[in-house]
């Protein structure tokens, strides 16, 4: 093989592996990017979700019976019936930004602005009731992180 040659197959070796690396560059990029928009648009179908529940709580009756229900009134089987829907409605949510956050596709931060701590709902002793003949409806991991959160075993 003359040296012409062998030079022209190291600028073509070195030509591929420059070629591989930039491929791999762009192919890193575009992930990050996915990433970013997969990150953006589940915060935002999060936030769609608590906005449509916290504003059927704001423009209807039902504001006015979760408040009877956290002072632990007496509600008519039909209002219990409605509040153990707003309540599953509620809770998934947080379930959701739960598992989100152990996925890895949001930062811990999120649960926070979800009512993760300190909600008046999830502290009452109303809600500590609901809660234990309806906590294996949901993810067996965010049972055990919520009911540390807010001390709902007995």
Avoid: C
């Avoid at 931060?109 to 909600?119: D, E, H, I, Q």
């Amino acid at each position: 093989m003359s040296q012409r040659s062998g030079q022209a197959k190291r600028i073509a070796e070195i030509a591929a592996a420059v070629g591989v690396i930039l491929s791999l560059v762009f192919v890193g990029v575009e992930i990050r990017q996915n990433t970013a928009a997969v990150r953006a648009q589940t915060r935002q179908q999060l936030t769609d979700s608590s906005s449509e529940f916290l504003l059927s709580l704001a423009t209807t009756d039902l504001g006015e019976l979760w408040g009877r229900f956290i002072r632990g009134d007496s509600l008519t089987f039909g209002e219990r019936y409605r509040i153990g829907a707003g309540l599953i409605a509620a809770v998934r949510n947080i379930e959701n930004v739960y598992l989100q956050t152990q996925e890895g596709v949001i930062d811990e931060s999120a649960l926070l602005s979800y009512g993760w701590r300190g909600s008046i709902v999830y502290g009452s002793d109303s809600f500590a009731e609901w809660w234990q003949t309806n906590s294996d409806r949901f993810h067996p991991d965010f049972v055990v992180a919520f009911e540390m959160e807010y001390e709902l075993r007995p």
